[in-house]
């Protein structure tokens, strides 16, 4: 037996970007270069599709041409790219997800108005690069990325805490007590998206309401919500396999993942497309029906 998580793929943010780049790419009369800067989304095979269809990846803002037209990811920019690439005569089409949008809002207006910014999240993620670029003022924030790092931030005063939007809520819940007893005035910013949230509660629900026997998780590596239902399914003691395709459920290795294994769940990150995880459904019920 086969049980998809309830959210499982695309979530609005990635939908609206993939949407967008490919209609970029169809309805191109101009033959305008199409960019975006760093990978689209967390999904190579997403990404390879996109290429094919002619999406050009720029390691940097510098490396667009003059003329072209640059999909700015759900992941966000800072404020100072766009301000360049609009600059140079590159014409930009915003795609930031509303959350992340939401939260380089509050980063914005918050340091204007006198609080010191933490951010919760990976300091490396293109996200929090994104957020951090949005504040307003030199050594006006920080990254933590996690309890022990908050329990080691010095005393503030005018504080406000914004999460990166595929935090879980419990770290977010945990670094806000923490750091209550760090300053005078603690101002905590929930923008942990809806999107994350529920898919967090579909995979504890695969374990504790389906009762499987194991979760097959989808998704790219360099994932940041792909990693976290990795770290919540584990926590709640169940076998995962995290697989980017359907080729990878195939290994010696991987094969042997699925032998004693009657039920089965499969969920997939934000960024993972649902023609992917078709593919590796179809893989497990082959496999399945073969033992059968």
Known sequence: MIIIAEHAGFCFGVKRTVDAISEALNNNNDNQEVWTIGLPIHNPQEVSRLQDMGLRIAENDGEIPSGAKVMIRAHGEPLEVITRLRERGVTVEDMTCPFVKKAQDLADKLSREGYYIILLG??????????MGHVNGE??????????????????????????TTQREERLENVASILTGKCSELHVCNTICKATADRQEAVRKL?????????VLIGGRSSANTGKLRDILESEGVEVLWVEDEKETETEKNSKWFNNKIKIGIAAGAS??????????????????FKG
């Open 122 to 131: 990976d300091k490396n993620h293109p996200e929090i690069k994104g957020i």
């Open 139 to 164: 050594n006006n924030s920080e990254v933590i990325a996690d309890e022990n790092e908050a329990s080691r931030i010095s005393r503030h005063s005018k504080t406000a805490l914004i999460s990166q």
């Open 207 to 215: 374990v504790h309401d389906d009762n499987v026997d194991g979760v």
């Open 272 to 289: 993972t497309p649902e023609w992917l995880i078709d593919k590796v459904k179809n893989i497990i019920a082959a496999k399945q029906e």
